[in-house]
């Protein structure tokens, strides 16, 4: 007999954990600060005088003790007091701007990067072919396997042999090497509008994106202000805008470098930035022009751009601007 039984709304039952709501907001503090955990804590102690965001049960003293206790933050190992953020608080910083930026895409099926060619896979084509050694047995056709078995043996004595067997054409799935681009010019925070936060938050996406759904890709990250040089996926929450121009140029060369070396035939160049090329390298010296569209920068920026294209790398920009 199904029973009910009722009793008086308890909302606190539905509050957030203390601990996780102040680390959301310390996660995101610590992108503002490029990793600074000194800083991030003042700035969370300032809102929590001003919002009263904890309260006397918990207060940030034991929030900064559960962050050393599960292993977000740890001491620089240098002999002093500083904390810096651990590898768990990487990740973690990297999941939620997947969280925050892709959330849609994971709602999607799981899975490598589909193309048009048959071949080893798991998702179905609308083909049936013969069985062949080495096809996985959960590609088997079972209604076409069953068909032909009677076909070839008659109903009474019903067997199977491997001639019977059918299975289901699958598409190939194929590796991509990516290089990810950077721009950390000084325009990224020019005029107080902070561009290199949510650049750094696509760049953490784009970067978990493809650690998780496509584990076999390659991926390499590089940043381009005056110059261009590679960065670990661990930097990526901590990287600091520069008194730089941006020399996109520099940039897709390095990119182009680092491809050329990948065995992959398919490659591709993912760019961060918020405008126009305004830099680039002529023998030893600087060509900086910050003063509308300059055509030799632009001529030299697209001439690289054409030169993706005829090697059959994909350039995809995400611009960062309001």
């Known amino acids: 007999m199904i029973s009910w039984r009722f009793r008086k709304f308890d909302s606190d039952a539905f509050k957030e954990n203390p601990f996780e709501t102040l680390l959301r907001l310390f996660k995101e503090l610590l992108m503002h600060t490029n990793g600074d955990v000194s800083k991030a804590l003042n700035w969370l102690t300032q809102l929590d005088n001003q919002y009263s965001i904890t309260d006397d049960n918990y207060g940030i003293a034991d929030f900064i003790q559960d962050l050393k206790d599960k292993g977000y933050i740890k001491s620089d190992g240098k002999g002093s007091d500083k904390l810096v ?183 591709q160049i993912m760019m961060i930035t918020d405008g126009k090329p305004t830099c680039i390298k002529v023998g030893k010296k600087y060509y900086k022009n910050a003063y509308g569209i300059d055509r030799k920068i632009l001529n030299r920026t697209l001439a690289l751009a054409v030169k993706c294209r005829k090697l059959n790398i994909p350039v995809t920009t995400f611009m960062i601007a309001r």
Do not use: C
């Not at 990487?90 to 849609?104: C, T, V």
């Not at 799981?110 to 193309?115: I, L, V």
């Not at 059918?166 to 020019?190: A, G, R």
């Open 85 to 267: 953020p651990a590898a768990k608080m990487e990740l973690s910083l990297r999941k939620q701007a997947l969280d925050d930026i892709f959330d849609h895409l994971r709602k999607s099926k799981s899975g490598d990067h589909k193309t048009n060619h048959t071949g080893q896979g798991d998702e179905h084509t609308a083909e049936i072919r013969p069985f062949a050694f080495g096809d996985p047995l959960d590609q088997l056709a079972m209604t076409e396997t069953l068909k032909s078995a009677q076909i070839n043996h008659g109903i009474d004595e019903f067997f199977l042999t491997q001639q019977d067997l059918h299975v289901h054409e699958t598409y190939y799935q194929s590796q991509t090497s990516t290089v990810l681009m950077i721009d950390i010019s000084h325009s990224m925070i020019l005029y107080g509008e902070d561009r290199i936060t949510p650049a750094k938050k696509v760049a953490m996406g784009l970067a978990e994106l493809i650690i998780t759904r496509y584990p076999k890709d390659t991926l390499d990250i590089i940043v381009f202000g005056n110059d261009a040089w590679q960065v670990e996926i661990k930097d990526l929450p901590y990287l600091e805008v520069g008194p730089y121009h941006t020399n996109t140029v520099a940039g897709l060369e390095l990119a182009m470098d680092i491809l050329r070396k990948r065995k992959n035939p398919n490659k």
